[in-house]
């Protein structure tokens, strides 16, 4: 597990680059039936968008229940900060014995690289029945996303947040909030970096 922190952790440091701000609300496109990453929970949502490589479309999406580590950190300090964040996660899961923990992930809130500031979350889908000792349960709000099927290597994620900053700019949008990373599988146990998969969001309105 702790190698898959350290993964999570330079996922993290890679993407250092300027977040410019941009606003819209488009239609929101009809999912693909064959399902990557499908998540039910009482809150009834579900993450389904193929297996399309690249943007896939604006998709309203729900709120999602989640245990979270909010923490900010020198950029020479982050792997240790990550790694420590998903540790905390994992311990409290453990001792909540919350079930079915599904996709974990992170929330960007800044590049500064002097005072990086991020979120940790795992998505679950009951609520704790007692306070965790390292995080704390978030609703992560419902917001309509810009949604980019990331498959590969983590270090090249700062292409895809590039790539959905110029797809906001050309299309009018305007950016309303952080960009969310979700991972779908685990690269400590599938070997074949090509199918690693980050679906990566960033709310937009018109």
Known sequence: MKNLFRFLALSLICLVVSCSQ???KEESPKADSSAVSKIDSVYHYQLIYGEQAGLVGIYKVPEML???ILDSAHLSKMPQKVEAAYHGLQVDLSALAVPHPTVSGQIVY???SSNFKFECFQLINTLPKSQPKYSKPVVLEAE???V???YGLYQYLPDTYMAMLNYVKSHNLKQVG???EYYVNDPTKEKDSKKWLTVV????RK
């Open 201 to 204: 969001m960033l709310p937009v």
């Open 22 to 24: 941009g606003s819209q």
């Open 66 to 68: 989640s245990l979270c």
């Open 148 to 150: 980019f099927n990331h």
């Open 144 to 146: 309509q996303m810009l």
């Open 178 to 180: 952080a960009f969310r």
């Open 110 to 112: 800044t590049s500064d």
